[in-house]
């Protein structure tokens, strides 16, 4: 299966592709990850995640055209925002799963009230959206932003998981959150680390696309 990353981060890509095969090689299915070609390095406001949607519908063309290309089980787009998550799914006849969109759906399953915390204030509004267009927004508690930008805790794995475990704290104890999403997919190995403390009940948006790609290929 594929799993397309909407920056050109490649690294991002290597450690969500990973990510995803620890869920997903148990039930047989390989993981192959791609990196958009052109656009931004990170998603950090709205018009990065209208720009992101093109790159990713061209990656996957390119990939699906190719001589050699053996059609995937299932494709997981992994932005937080969905960039062109709908566009796919329209066109191809396979499953095609939003990181975005599994985290929301685990979030909030049994009315559970839950938050986010991220890293980029430009795109709360977009995340508020996501949100209610899985309609959730009934038990959706808000955003928690870090203190630092986004750029800035890219560049200290440290630093983003202190900032992100105090964004998470807040959601659950000034919020009433009962789980929290750690919004961005730059920020899996943070949500990782503050899923395995234990201490906030955590939504990984990248193992959340797994466990919602093998309900939809019935491979549970």
Do not use: K, W
């Not at 329209?90 to 986010?116: H, S």
Request: charged share 20%.
């Amino acid at each position: 299966m594929l799993l397309v990353n909407p920056n050109t981060n490649r690294d991002t890509t290597a450690l969500m592709a990973g990510l995803a095969r620890q869920r997903l090689a148990p039930a047989g299915l390989t993981v192959e990850g791609l990196t958009a070609e052109r656009g931004p390095s990170m998603i950090t406001d709205p018009a990065a995640l209208r720009e992101s949607a093109r790159h990713v519908l061209d990656v996957v063309r390119r990939r699906l055209a190719g001589p050699e290309a053996a059609p995937p089980a299932a494709l997981i787009v992994a932005a937080v925002g969905d960039p062109a998550r709908e566009q796919l799914a329209a066109r191809l006849d396979i499953p095609v799963v939003g990181i975005g969109q599994a985290a929301v759906l685990t979030a909030a399953a049994g009315g559970r009230r839950f938050g986010m915390a991220t890293s980029t204030p430009a795109l709360v509004g977009s995340l508020t959206g996501l949100v209610a267009r899985h309609g959730a927004l009934d038990t959706f508690t808000g955003v928690r932003l870090t203190a630092s930008d986004p750029l800035a805790l890219a560049a200290s794995a440290e630093r983003q998981y202190r900032e992100l475990a105090a964004a998470a704290r807040s959601c659950v104890e000034q919020d009433g959150a009962e789980a929290v999403i750690v919004a961005g997919g730059p920020l899996s190995g943070a949500a990782r680390r503050l899923a395995a403390l234990g201490t906030v009940e955590t939504v990984e948006p990248v193992p959340s696309a797994a466990a919602l790609t093998l309900a939809a290929l019935g491979a549970e």
